[in-house]
């Protein structure tokens, strides 16, 4: 019987992506689409926008600093 105290858990998914959100505007289900709207120290911050209306329908914040480091020692 193999133990699993001694293996590392790994994620599952690296980052989920929306594909298609509640819009209130259009009162279904629509596709959506991501804008970045900051780049910050700690990473990155969106929002998902209906695709059809462009009402804001949700965000996300990711960890990834990297650009913003890499923009800094670019200067």
């Known amino acids: 019987m193999a133990s699993f105290l001694g293996m590392k858990r790994r994620p599952q998914f690296d980052q989920l992506e929306a594909a298609e959100l509640y819009c209130p505007r259009c009162k279904s289900a629509k ?17 998902y926008r209906c695709a059809e209306c462009a009402t804001r329908v949700g965000a996300k914040d990711d960890n990834d600093a990297a650009e913003f480091h890499s923009i800094l020692l670019n200067r």
Do not use: T
Not at 31 to 47: D, F, N, Q, T
């Open 31 to 47: 596709p959506v689409r991501k804008h970045l709207l900051l780049l910050l120290p700690s990473g990155h911050k969106y929002e």
